[in-house]
C-alpha cells in the first residue's frame, strides 16, 4: 500500500555535513509520527530523530545540536539534516512513519529500506 525511499546517504570526513530524504509514496490518507532512526554493525537500531504532524520535535541525546529533522506535510517528505558528523554516527539510517490509509484506519508503521551513512576520522 505505500513505501518509504531514503536518498542522501554516503561517505564523508568527521566534520561534514550530510542531509537524509524519505519520501513516503502509495495509498496514503495521512502521516502521523515520522522518524529516522540508525543501526550500527553489532548494535540495536536507535531512534535518532522524530518530528510530529505538527512539527513537534524529538532527538537523541547523542545528536542533539548537530542534527535536525523536517517535514515536509504536502510532499509526504521528512528530512534529516547532519551537521558536525562524528565517526560514532556511521551505520544504516532508516526512514520510518506511522501512516494511515482512510479516516477511521489506524496508524501503521512502515520503514525504508535504509541508507549507508558513513564518518571517516
Known amino acids: 500500500q505505500a513505501q518509504l525511499v531514503e536518498s542522501g546517504g554516503g561517505l564523508v570526513q568527521a566534520g561534514g555535513s550530510l542531509r537524509l530524504s524519505c519520501a513516503a509514496s502509495?495509498?496514503?490518507?495521512?502521516?502521523?509520527?515520522m522518524g529516522w532512526y540508525r543501526q550500527a554493525p553489532g548494535k540495536q537500531r536507535e531512534l535518532v530523530a522524530a518530528i510530529t504532524r505538527g512539527g513537534s520535535t524529538n532527538y537523541a541525546s547523542s545528536v542533539k545540536g548537530r542534527f535536525a529533522i523536517s517535514r515536509d506535510n504536502a510532499k509526504k517528505m521528512v528530512y534529516l539534516q547532519m551537521n558536525s558528523l562524528k565517526p560514532e554516527d556511521t551505520a544504516v539510517y532508516y526512514c520510518?512513519?506511522?501512516?494511515?490509509?482512510?479516516?477511521?484506519?489506524?496508524?501503521?508503521?512502515?520503514w525504508g529500506q535504509g541508507t549507508q551513512v558513513t564518518v571517516s576520522s
Open positions: 520510518a512513519a506511522d501512516l494511515t490509509f482512510g479516516t477511521s484506519s489506524k496508524g501503521i508503521n512502515y
Open positions: 502509495g495509498s496514503i490518507f495521512s502521516i502521523n509520527e
